[in-house]
């Protein structure tokens, strides 16, 4: 479950994108992690500690039950395998089996509050993230580097009071954004550039107040935001869930 500071965070910023702060982020995993590789919390073979394990790339080929954690590292460096003169590769091979097992865990730097997460640095109030890096108020987030109150964010960097955001950087309270830099305030937008206070856009720049790249004005893109935000917050307190997203919003 996650911490006191990982879930003020995540209301703080459903509240800001929304209107109404949303609270459970343990409820929503499956909301942010529709489009970002995730683990799962799994014992140690060595010593039963639940670890974070990472279920992409060649982490897919590791058997469950012959993962280890970081603290495993001197234990299994004592482990031997007898070996006879009259041995080949084939035979020594089979006996890996019994002392084989990967160390899956990685953490360098100072790090505070982290919980469930593998593969980090520098991080504070973390959740359930991997290959995060010099971030803060973050969870179910992957490969992701300087974000703060980033959630279900990929592949993303400087990514600020933010959901589902992915390969951008430099986006500040925005939701559904992907392959787009230097945002603000915008919703449902892929590959624009410097776009603000606008939703629907796509492969554009340098717009604010737009809806589907075009500019409607403030009191319009306001109006519109109200009611779009309206659904998101039903769909999502009803269901947990977002059936529309960047990636599928133009075959509905």
Known sequence: ????????????????????????????????????????????????????FPGYSAFRLIPNDRIAD????????????????????????????????????????????????TIYMGLV??????????????????????CDHAFGVSKSFNCNFSINCHDSRDIVRSFEIDFSKNCSDAMFCHDVDNVHSSMFCFNTKNLRYAIANQVVGKEIYEKTKKMLCGYILKELKAKQKLEMDIYNIGCR
């Open 70 to 117: 970081a603290k495993s590292f001197s234990e299994l460096s004592k482990r031997n395998i007898d070996v006879s003169d009259d041995e080949n590769m084939n035979s020594i091979s089979k006996k890996f089996k019994d002392k084989s097992a990967f160390i899956v865990e990685f953490e360098e730097g100072t790090n505070v509050n982290v919980e469930s997460s």
């Open 1 to 52: 479950m996650a911490n006191a500071e990982v879930e003020k965070a995540f209301e703080t910023t459903t509240k800001l994108l929304f209107s109404q702060p949303i609270s459970g982020i343990d409820n929503y995993e499956e909301f942010l992690t529709k489009r970002v590789p995730k683990g799962n919390v799994l014992p140690s073979s060595t010593n039963g500690k639940m670890i974070y």
């Open 125 to 146: 109030n973390a959740y359930k993230t991997m290959d995060c890096f010099h971030s803060k108020n973050i969870a179910y987030s992957f490969f992701s580097d300087n």
